[in-house]
């Protein structure tokens, strides 16, 4: 499973950007995949997860109202909009893929709040 994250960049406080992780090797309609993001000297920590063909969606309770993840089978890409961006969202964002036997991960793609 070969993960591609895309979309990261530098964006003022209340903007948003999209985030996007193409997938292969594994198809979206069956493995459940996720946002996760690491902030400098933090911990990896849980954004939001879609399960397989994407009928579930859980959220971290500080993105909650202004992140969105979705899922395309056709493209076999997941999506992470996030809308009214804050500082405190700066971080890598790393794509995540659940299968049976492990977890795979994307390279990461930084995203970078200013006020």
């Known amino acids: 499973v070969h993960l591609v994250e895309s979309g990261g960049g530098l964006v003022q406080a209340g903007g948003s950007l999209r985030l996007s992780c193409a997938a292969s090797?594994?198809?979206?309609?069956?493995?459940?995949m996720g946002w996760y993001r690491q902030a400098p000297g933090a911990q990896r920590e849980l954004v939001a997860t879609?399960?397989?063909?994407?009928?579930?969606?859980t959220y971290a309770d500080s993105v909650k109202g202004r992140f969105t993840i979705s899922g395309d089978n056709a493209k076999n890409t997941v999506y992470l909009q996030m809308n009214s961006l804050k500082v405190e969202d700066t971080a890598v964002y790393y794509c995540q893929a659940s299968t049976p036997y492990r977890d795979y991960w994307g390279q990461g793609t930084q995203v970078t709040v200013s006020s």
């Open positions: 090797g594994s198809t979206f309609s069956d493995t459940p």
């Open positions: 879609i399960t397989s063909g994407g009928s579930t969606t």
